[in-house]
């Protein structure tokens, strides 16, 4: 089984429709984050969570707020999606604890078209 | 502030040619230095990783040595495999911006037979 997973793996909206991804994982890590990928910009980071309590803005967090309703389990929504949101999200999880901090572990991903 | 730069791709190779992908970097502090993989439909996983100059990571035949005078992380392998076919990420991280992980736009390997 997956230790990260995202859900949907794809979805098709409408602008001005608000959406939520889920990301669920296994690894009991304390940190999470979500990235979006465009062609030729790699992974930019949206927000990101240190524990249940600490959420904090990424490099492009407008547009975007997440949840973090538990430490297994951090969503992405889009309040109210416009056709600029189309990407590929991915979740990730590290541990803050140990020698392996530096590793972020990632999911699979999430296909979004906003039409 | 962080920033990296790989070379475009995509780079397209025959089955057992030698591999280079360039990766320079624009850091405050010390960082250290990744290179991820994604395979066709993954996510992103971590290949290789250094933590300080003149460090190699390696890994799968992959090599990247740190070099700090260059400010570069270059991927190499000896001889590309068809399943070598993926996008590669170079991504870095100080300590000054947490678990920050930046990212390289990501260079596409396409390994013919």
């Given amino acids: 089984d997956a230790d990260v997973t995202q859900t949907p793996r794809n979805r098709i909206t409408k602008t001005g429709k608000r959406i939520m991804l889920e990301c669920s994982q296994t690894k009991g890590h304390d940190r999470m984050y979500w990235y979006r990928q465009d062609p030729g910009l790699g992974l930019r980071l949206i927000y990101y969570s240190f524990d249940v309590k600490d959420i904090n803005k990424g490099e492009i967090s407008d547009g975007y707020s997440v949840s973090r309703q538990a430490q297994a389990k951090f969503s992405l929504s889009l309040e109210s999606a416009i056709p600029n949101q189309t990407a590929l999200y991915f979740c990730a999880t590290s541990d803050s604890a140990g020698g392996n901090q530096e590793t972020q572990y990632f999911g699979p991903g999430t296909r979004l078209l906003v039409l | ?113």
């Fill in chain 2, 1 to 113: 502030g962080n920033s990296v730069t790989q070379m475009e791709g995509p780079v397209t190779l025959s089955e057992e040619a030698f591999l280079t992908i360039n990766c320079t970097y624009t850091a405050t502090g010390y960082p250290s230095l990744f290179w991820y993989v994604q395979y066709p439909g993954e996510g992103l996983q971590l290949l290789l990783k250094a933590t300080k100059a003149d460090d190699k990571g390696s890994n799968k035949g992959f090599e990247a040595t740190y070099r700090k005078e260059t400010t570069s992380f270059h991927l190499e392998k000896g001889s590309v495999q068809v399943s070598d076919s993926a996008v590669y990420f170079c991504a870095l991280r100080t300590n000054n911006a947490g678990n920050m992980l930046t990212f390289g736009g990501g260079t596409r390997l396409m390994v013919k037979p």
